[in-house]
């Protein structure tokens, strides 16, 4: 469908997704029989006695749900070099890595064709819905990306993370000139081994090909306000090198060098044009539409441990849209977001019903205590079906897929918001094993979002900002209490970060925290300010195991084997504050 340009159809992408979520029952049970079909000579799958039965009552009766710790001795295996049928029919020959910021630890995942496969048709399906309120006419998109070096396992097998493993595809590069948006940096900029200078170099070729960008994105929300902050510190230094038409020397990888100076000449009105374009901002607010005019909007996953980095991308956006990007994992896809008009806040994420088989483990009760203890209870309610999940209730996914998993738990907390034709739009929650407990408290990542984003507005009058934020449980003191890790903008009295402890403490709304808190069964809250650039250490620290900026997300909870990002934490922290909120 995508060998030549010309042949991507939006109308008729359309279509086809219509077509398949008006009967997304009878298509899901087809997916589910493809799959065990395909795989039926996988050992995992022998051992389940389906003894050749592909229905979904079957299936569910016979095959356990699973984490990625019941798998791993499994992936282990094809890993080393196991090429008999482990987990799937064909072998396995490339491994992605998951980012690692979750767990402390990077996790293998198989990837194949299939998987290859649903992400393009994500992709496809999300910008032929985005196209029709957003077109892009032959343009070109900032693209900050970047892909890790692949690498081989102990048994062969090409590894890196999932986007490394869709970026360095040949029907990636296809799929992206097909629906107009071909990234303006050349491979050598994507792949280099240094992602400060790969950054640099996105943004040299965002300014040499300024008027024909018409969209800025990245993976994640975080590399986009990464690349802009960055942008605030470099901008003259990229002005000298239009001017010049020369490369500062401070890239140094001779593949960035060679492929960057074909496109760099000197180009004197372009570096005034540049320079005058900057100085004329305040604070920096809408440097995107100011040095890319003909910009339609910023896309990238906002939803979940991006929003907090919502209110910086919006200064930096100005009046262009934000548009968040499609739902999925390191495990695979799930949703494409549909309604690219909605705020990131409400993105919806309706599931392609063809893409692998899902089932939904209900989190029964609506009101927000019963939800909480819902969130970790050890009683599990029977998952039911994609056409068979209720509009406004929440659900835990579970993940059935071309590669090699099944009924693979995602540790994803979604809500149905409707339905498109017969299949669910999701809302995303939260990470379901991402949460501040230390009794009958049970606090999400988005309590502390909401908790962090009511704090900040104390410092809102003293023109400073919150850069990035983490927690930890600390359960060494008696009773233990919640830390919270704030790197901000500038310096602070101590009455106003006091402040900020107490207010921080008063916003988390759990009925069970603040029972506890009341009767000192929890610990005041500890605030710690952190040195300017500790985050940055956290993400080098992920880099330098393998992760990639693109796919990095700043842990908000920080899990207590999590030692290294704990070291770099405490080791930076400038000044500490215990609630006095509860007296």
Known sequence: MLEKME????????????????????VQRETLKKILEDNASAEYLQKQGLNGRTDPESYQACVPLVTHADLVPYIKRIADGDTSPVLTGKPIKTMSLSSGTTQGKQKYVPFNDELLETTLQIYRTSFAFRNREFPVRNGMALQFIYGSKQFKTEGGLFAGTATTNVFSSSQFKTTMKAIESPCCSPDEVIFGPDFRQSLYCHLLCG?????????????????????????????????????????????????????????????????????????GLSNWYGVIPALFPNVKYVYGIMTGSMEPYLKKLRHYAGDVPLLSADYG????????????????????????????????????????????????SSFESKPVGLTEVKIGEEYEIIVTNFAGL????????????????????????CRRNLLLTINIDKNTEKDLQLAVEAAAEVLAPEKVEVIDFTSQVDKSTDPGHYVIFWEISGEVSVEVSSECCNCLDRSFVDAGYISSRKVNSIGPLE?????????????????????????????????????????????????????????
């Open 7 to 26: 042949e991507f159809k939006a109308e008729k992408v359309i279509e086809e997704f219509e077509e398949l979520t008006k009967d997304a029952g009878r």
């Open 207 to 279: 300014l040499i090909h300024h008027n024909e960008i018409q969209l800025v994105s990245s993976t994640f929300a975080h590399s986009i306000v990464y690349a802009f902050r960055t942008f605030e510190q470099v901008w003259e230094q990229l002005c000298a090198d239009i001017q010049d038409g020369v490369l500062t020397k401070d890239v140094t990888v001779p593949s960035i060098r060679a492929v960057m100076s074909k496109l760099l000449k000197p180009n004197p009105e372009l570096a005034e044009w540049i320079y005058k374009k900057c100085s």
């Open 329 to 376: 994992s390191s495990e695979g896809w799930i949703g494409a977001n549909i309604n690219p008009k909605l705020p990131p806040e409400l993105a919806t994420y309706a599931v392609l019903p063809n893409i692998g088989y899902f089932e939904f483990i209900p989190l029964r009760g609506s009101a927000e205590e019963d939800r909480q203890d819902k969130i970790q």
């Open 406 to 429: 099944y009924r693979y738990r995602l540790g994803d907390v979604v809500k149905i918001a409707g339905f498109h034709n017969m299949t669910p739009e999701l809302q995303f929650v």
């Open 527 to 583: 605030l710690k300010l952190v040195r300017r650039g500790t985050f940055q250490k956290i993400l080098d620290h992920y880099l330098g195991i393998g992760g990639v900026l693109s796919q990095y997300k700043t842990p908000r909870c920080v899990n207590p084997n999590n030692n290294m990002v704990l070291q770099i934490l405490y080791s930076n922290v400038v000044k500490s504050h215990f609630s006095t909120a509860f007296g």
